[in-house]
């Protein structure tokens, strides 16, 4: 089982706690477990990701084994920790303004 830390107000929309559990089927990589997460929780479309070009929203992070991920491949295998379950993959909201 993967597991997924959500910000606060992507809990909200997918109505979830704080950690989420993902059966991700084959490699693990920021497509498997976004694509399977957004499969789960509908209402995640389109805000992890834009739904044309399935590429990060600005303004969200990806973080694993204290590594930013957010730059990262989108097909690029995960951490081994990641994909067995011991450290959890973070989706972090940034914060900007003045």
């Known amino acids: 089982m993967i597991r997924v830390i959500l910000p606060p107000h992507l809990r909200a929309l997918s109505r979830t706690g704080s950690e989420v559990m993902l059966e991700v089927e084959g490699l693990v990589t920021q497509r498997s477990v976004l694509d399977t997460l957004e499969a789960r929780y509908p209402a995640l479309c389109g805000t992890i990701r834009d739904r044309v070009t399935q590429q ?3 303004f969200l992070r990806f973080f694993a084994c204290e590594q930013d991920l957010s730059h ?3 097909d690029a295998p995960l ?3 990641v994909a067995s379950g011991a450290e ?3 989706v972090l909201g940034a ?3 003045g």
Do not use: N
Request: hydrophobic share 35%; aromatic share 0%; no cysteine.
């Open 79 to 81: 951490p081994e920790a």
């Open 56 to 58: 990060r929203r600005p």
């Open 95 to 97: 914060i900007a303004g």
């Open 72 to 74: 990262e491949s989108p």
């Open 88 to 90: 959890p993959l973070i």
